[in-house]
């Protein structure tokens, strides 16, 4: 069993930063796919960005390209989300999601593992 927990939202102006961090626990996920989604109110829970156990490939939703970087620390079992140039659409709560695969899933349903959310709120 894997726990996640995110943490590093809050609010901030459009134009800002954030960078959101999401710890494992329970055990390592060195050979574990990765990944980030959100859910605005209303609206389905939609992919960000995803990353292998090995950080060789990631992959991002065209909304974030450019703007969203993913990355790990699997020393840490914590992975990343750096977010620049928020615009006020990014606002939603961020999950990350993890499942023992050796792949890049960028699939809601292909994940196991979900942490309990954090807010992040843009405003303009």
């Known amino acids: 069993q894997v726990q996640l927990v995110e943490s590093g939202g809050g609010l901030v102006q459009a134009g800002g930063s954030l960078r959101l961090s999401c710890a494992a626990s329970?055990?390592?996920?060195?050979?574990?796919?990765l990944g980030w989604f959100r859910q605005a109110p209303g609206e389905e829970r939609e992919f960000v960005a995803a990353?292998?156990?090995?950080?060789?490939?990631?992959r991002y939703a065209d909304s974030v390209k450019g703007r969203f970087t993913i990355s790990r620390d699997n020393a840490k079992n914590t992975v990343y989300l750096q977010m620049n140039s928020l615009k006020p659409e990014d606002t939603a709560v961020y999950y990350c999601?993890?499942?023992?695969?050796?792949?890049?899933?960028?699939?809601?349903?292909?994940?196991?593992?979900w942490g309990q959310g954090t807010q992040v709120t843009v405003s303009s």
């Open positions: 329970g055990r390592t996920f060195n050979n574990y796919a």
């Open positions: 990353i292998t156990w090995n950080a060789i490939s990631t």
């Open positions: 999601a993890a499942k023992r695969t050796y792949g890049l899933l960028v699939g809601r349903y292909d994940y196991d593992y």
